[in-house]
């Protein structure tokens, strides 16, 4: 028994020897396993394991088969029935055998076929979060073209601007209207960021990040240039770092609200 164990340690390290140097040692520290489910990682184990004991048996059987044919022509009728039985026996063990090697072939495609359908769902669930980053809506709203006098009414003093009526630019009492040529309210649709989803969209890209972390690294660096293009420095000169609020009134330091959940999640993953 002793030698039979010895064997199987023995078989086992040439395996080991066999592969690679990282992957050996991923193999022993058990970081292989932690790279697939525990399923997965249990099965490789059992396979490394029991490898040499399988090896042992079909060699043991296909041994057995060559002396038990050996042996009949040797035998009378009585002896070579059994011996046709040991055959079959034999051939059945020889079989289940060859299919256990096939069996773990099966259950490593299978595993494979889910990682991919898994990898591609998460894919598919970066696409539709950036999709929605760019999301916009239209929004109806009352606007009208007017004129106006900024100071005397002549040529020169003549203004022509749009406002909104939630939004209004002549507010100042000096500024007389023409009404000649101001236009009355009307409703207009103007395309406007859609918060709501693009803040959803960022807190998908944030549980992605969570859930995979093969992908961690890309959806930060999405959320990274979302951010540098929705709130871009006004000119090169100025401080990219804290300093510069100091600069900046507390009043003016104004910044989009579906860019704070992004800031967040690069924080809480960096």
Not at 71 to 87: C, K, N
Not at 175 to 181: A, M, N, P, S, T
Not at 196 to 201: D, H, K, L, P, Q
Not at 239 to 258: A, K, M, Q, Y
């Amino acid at each position: 028994m002793i030698y039979l164990i010895w064997a199987i340690v023995a078989l086992t390290c040439a395996a080991l020897a066999m592969l690679p140097r990282d992957r050996a040692l991923r193999i022993l520290t058990g970081k292989e396993a932690l790279n697939h489910n525990w399923q997965l990682g249990a099965v490789k184990w059992m396979a490394l394991i029991f490898s040499p004991i399988w090896l042992i048996l079909v060699l043991f059987i296909l041994y057995a088969l060559l002396r038990t044919g050996n042996s009949i022509s040797d035998q009378d009728a009585d002896d070579l029935r059994w011996s046709v039985l040991a055959l079959v026996g034999l051939l059945t063990a020889l079989g289940g055998l060859l299919g256990i090697p096939l069996a773990l072939i099966r259950v490593w495609t299978t595993e494979r076929q889910t990682v991919t359908a898994e990898q591609g769902h998460i894919t598919d669930r970066i696409n539709a979060a950036v999709k929605n980053l760019g999301e916009d809506k239209n929004v109806s709203r009352f606007g009208r073209y007017v004129g106006w006098y900024e100071g005397e009414k002549s040529k020169e003093n003549f203004r022509w601007e749009f406002e909104w009526s939630d939004d209004p630019q002549i507010e100042n009492d000096t500024r007389e209207l023409d009404w000649e040529v101001t236009e009355n309210w009307e409703v207009l649709s103007k395309t406007q960021p859609n918060l709501e989803v693009r803040i959803g969209a960022i807190y998908a890209l944030a549980r992605i990040a969570e859930d995979s972390h093969r992908d961690h690294v890309q959806i930060m660096k999405i959320l990274c240039a979302y951010i540098r293009q929705n709130a871009p420095a006004p000119t090169d000169e100025d401080n990219p770092h804290h300093v510069f609020w100091g600069l900046v009134s507390p009043s003016d330091r104004t910044e989009p609200i579906d860019l704070l959940p992004g800031i967040r999640a690069i924080a809480n993953w960096t």
